[in-house]
C-alpha cells in the first residue's frame, strides 16, 4: 500500500512541490490508523484470526462487537459501525464498543449486553428503534497514555430506524473521528491519537467482569475548550489581514 | 564572504547595502519558496478552519505588500479560485458521494439511487448532515490553504530567476527549464502580436486560414529568439563541461537521484502524518547529505559564470527564517494541542490556543522585512 503512494509523491516532486506537499496531507490520513472498524476484509485478517501479531505488531483501538443472543456472547463485527448493514438492526440490538490492546485473541466488553436492563427503562415512538450500547473504557493497561479510563457504561439510544450503529451512537456519546469516519474516541478517551500500533506488545492479562453504570443517559460533557476570547482574537485578526491586503492591492493596481 | 577577516572589511560587510531591509532590490526567490514551504509545512498540519484561514490571510497580506508588477506577480488570485473551486468540489463529492464521515445532524435529505453492496463506502444522494458538509470544508480549506502558500511564492519569486540559482550539477535541467520558462511566454505574446496585427489588416484571427498564415512568422521569431539564447548561454560557459570521466558523471548522477529520492521519501513521512520512524528525518537527512555530496561533485564539472548573481543576505534570512519558524511553532502545536491542530468534533468551535496565532503570525514577518520590490518603489520618486 506504501509503495503507490510514495512512487506518487516522487513523481509530483519530479513535477513540483507543489504536488508533493497537496497531496501528503490528503492521502496520508487513510494510512494513519489500522483500518480496524470500518473495513471488513481487514477486520477479516486482523485480530479474529491471530494474522496480525505474526508480524510483531499489536494495535490498541476501540474495537466494534455485537451481542449475539442465542450464544450469549460479544461476536467482533464483520463489519464496521459506520455500514449500512448495521442499519437494518431493529430494537433489541445490543453493540459493544471496547477499548483494548488486542495481541492475539479479541478483547470485547468486560459486560454482558443486557439489553433489558440497559434498555428496559426507555420507550421509544413509533418509527423509532431502541438499540443499547455497552461502552467499556478498557483497564490501565490498555490505555495508550497518562489517562485514565473512566467507568465502562451502557446506554440507550433512541434513534431513527434507518440509523447504522455510529449515528446512534453519536446521539449517546461525544465521538471523535478520523477524516475516515473511523471512531476514534469515544467520550474524549482516548483525548488524541486514532489507534495506536505497538511492536512486540506483552499480552494483556485475561480481563474479568465488570458492573456497567447505567446512570446518564447522554454525551459527557467534554467541551471545556474555553478559548473563545482567542477565537475572537484570531478572526479579528484575519478580517485585519485580509483589508490590509485588499488596500495594498488597491492602492498599488 | 568568510573569507574577509580584519576589522574594517568586516565593517565594510555589515553596511553593505544588500543589508538593509528598507532598500529597493528583488529578494533571493530561494527565500520566498522556503518562506511559503515552510507555510505550507504548517498548513499541511492544521485541519483548524481558524488556523487555515489565518494562514490565507498571511499568504495573501505579504503578496499584497510585496509583489512586484510582473506578470506572474498576479497569480495569487487564481490561486484563491482555485482554492474556492478545491473546496466546493470536496464538499460536494464528499456530502453527496461519500457515507464517511456522516454524523447525525441532517441539512437535507435527498432522494437517493441505491447502489449495489459492491459500492462500500459510496453512496449517491441522500442524507446530508452538518457533520460531513464541515468535515469536508475543513479538508478542502486545508488543501487549498496549501495550494495557496505554493501560489504565494509564485507570485512573489520569478521561476526564471530561482532556476538561475540551480546548482551546477544540475545544469542540463536547468537549461531544459530556462529554455522552456523563455519560451512559452514568449510564444504566446509573439501569436498575439501577429494575431492582433492580422487582425488590424482585416483578417478574422480565429480561422484555420489564420492560423497557417501566423505559424510562420510565430516559429521564425522563435527560431530568431532560441539562436539569440544559445549565443547568450554559450558566451556564459554553459554546455562547456571541465571534467569528463565518464565515471564521475555517473556519480554525480547517481548520488542526485539518490538524494532526491530520499528528500521525497523524508517529506512525504515528515508532512504526511503517516508516522512510520524510518521515513521521517532520519531519511531526510540522508537524502539531503547524498542530494548536497552530488551536487558538490558535479558542480566542479562545469565552469560557466552568473550574470548578476542575486545576492543572499540579511533579508533572505529573515524572510526564510520566518518561513521556517512558523513551520516549527505549528510543528509543535499539533504535537501539544493535537485537538487545536485537528478538532475533534467538527460541530464545535475549534480551539484556538495563543501558539497558533502566533505560529501564524510569525509568516506575516516577510510583509516588513523584506525589501520593496523596485519597480513598486520608482513610483514615489525614491531611488533605486
Known amino acids: 500500500m506504501a509503495s503507490p503512494r510514495l512512487a506518487l509523491a516522487v513523481v509530483a516532486t519530479a513535477v513540483g512541490f507543489l504536488a508533493c506537499t497537496a497531496t501528503a496531507p490528503a492521502t496520508a490520513a487513510a494510512t494513519a490508523v489500522p483500518h480496524i472498524q470500518a473495513q471488513p476484509a481487514q477486520v477479516a485478517a486482523g485480530p479474529i484470526d491471530g494474522v496480525r501479531p505474526l508480524t510483531g505488531v499489536s494495535y490498541s483501538y476501540w474495537g466494534f462487537y455485537q451481542w449475539d443472543r442465542a450464544k450469549h456472547a460479544w461476536q467482533f463485527s464483520p463489519v464496521g459501525a459506520n455500514d449500512k448493514q448495521t442499519a437494518t438492526a431493529t430494537t433489541g440490538a445490543v453493540y459493544g464498543f471496547r477499548w483494548a490492546l488486542v495481541v492475539k485473541t479479541p478483547r470485547p466488553p468486560r459486560a454482558p449486553g443486557d439489553f433489558a436492563a440497559i434498555c428496559g427503562g426507555t420507550k421509544a415512538p413509533a418509527g423509532k428503534k ?92 467534554d467541551s471545556g475548550s474555553s478559548s473563545l476570547p482567542w477565537v475572537i482574537v484570531a478572526v479579528v485578526v484575519i478580517a485585519a489581514l485580509g483589508a490590509g491586503a485588499w488596500l495594498l492591492r488597491a492602492r498599488r493596481a | 564572504m568568510m573569507r574577509l577577516s580584519s576589522d574594517s572589511t568586516r565593517q565594510v560587510r555589515s553596511l553593505r547595502p544588500a543589508h538593509s531591509i528598507t532598500l529597493a532590490r528583488t529578494l533571493h526567490p530561494g527565500a520566498w519558496w522556503v518562506w511559503a514551504i515552510g507555510l505550507a509545512a504548517g ?157 488590424l489588416r482585416g483578417y478574422d484571427g480565429r480561422s484555420v486560414a489564420a492560423v497557417r498564415r501566423s505559424a510562420m512568422p510565430v516559429l521564425e521569431g522563435a527560431l530568431a529568439r532560441s539562436v539569440d539564447l544559445a549565443a547568450a548561454m554559450d558566451s556564459r560557459g554553459y554546455g562547456r563541461t571541465t571534467v569528463d570521466r565518464r565515471a564521475t558523471r555517473m556519480a554525480t548522477a547517481g548520488l542526485v537521484i539518490g538524494g532526491v529520492v530520499g528528500i521525497c521519501a523524508g517529506t512525504y513521512g515528515l508532512l504526511g502524518s503517516a508516522g512510520s520512524g524510518w521515513m521521517g528525518l532520519p531519511t531526510l537527512g540522508l537524502g539531503c547529505a547524498l542530494a548536497v555530496v552530488g551536487l558538490v561533485v558535479g558542480g566542479r564539472r562545469t565552469g560557466r559564470s552568473r550574470y548578476r548573481p542575486d545576492p543572499w543576505a540579511l533579508p533572505e534570512w529573515l524572510v526564510a527564517g520566518s518561513g521556517v519558524a512558523a513551520a516549527v511553532i505549528l510543528f509543535l502545536l499539533a504535537h501539544a494541542h493535537p485537538g487545536a491542530a485537528v478538532p475533534p468534533y467538527p460541530l464545535q468551535m475549534p480551539e484556538v490556543p495563543p501558539l497558533l496565532l502566533v505560529g501564524a503570525l510569525v509568516g506575516v514577518l516577510p510583509a516588513f522585512l523584506a525589501p520593496p520590490p523596485p519597480d513598486r518603489v520608482v513610483d514615489k520618486g525614491r531611488p533605486r
Open chain 2, 43 to 199: 498548513a499541511s498540519r492544521l485541519t483548524n478552519p481558524i488556523g487555515c484561514l489565518l494562514l490565507l490571510a498571511v499568504a495573501g497580506f505579504v503578496v499584497s505588500a510585496r509583489r512586484s508588477r510582473a506578470p506572474w506577480a498576479y497569480a495569487f488570485g487564481g490561486f484563491l479560485k482555485l482554492a474556492l473551486l478545491i473546496i466546493v468540489i470536496r464538499i460536494v463529492l464528499q456530502a453527496l458521494l461519500s457515507t464517511e464521515s456522516q454524523g447525525v445532524h441532517t441539512i437535507v435529505v435527498l432522494p437517493q439511487i441505491p447502489l449495489p453492496s459492491g459500492a462500500a463506502g459510496l453512496k449517491l444522494g441522500g442524507v446530508v448532515t452538518w457533520e460531513a458538509v464541515i468535515t469536508a470544508f475543513d479538508q478542502g480549506l486545508q488543501l487549498a490553504t496549501i495550494i495557496c502558500c505554493i501560489g504565494a511564492a509564485n507570485a512573489l519569486a520569478s521561476a526564471q530567476r530561482l532556476l538561475r540559482c540551480l546548482p551546477g550539477a544540475l545544469y542540463e535541467v536547468g537549461v531544459a527549464g530556462v529554455v522552456a520558462m523563455t519560451f512559452a511566454p514568449q510564444l504566446v505574446a509573439d501569436a498575439v502580436r501577429v494575431r492582433s496585427a492580422l487582425r
Open chain 1, 130 to 221: 431502541r438499540i443499547a450500547f455497552v461502552i467499556d473504557f478498557g483497564t490501565a493497561t490498555d490505555s495508550p497514555s497518562s489517562q485514565r479510563p473512566p467507568a465502562p457504561r451502557g446506554v440507550c439510544a433512541v434513534v431513527p430506524s434507518s440509523a447504522t450503529a455510529q449515528q446512534a451512537l453519536d446521539t449517546v456519546a461525544s465521538l471523535r473521528t478520523n477524516s475516515s469516519a473511523l471512531i476514534c474516541g469515544i467520550d474524549g478517551y482516548p483525548s488524541s491519537g486514532c489507534g495506536q500500533k505497538i511492536a512486540n506488545a506483552t499480552p494483556p492479562p485475561p480481563d474479568g467482569r465488570v458492573q456497567l453504570q447505567l446512570a446518564g443517559n447522554g454525551p459527557s460533557t
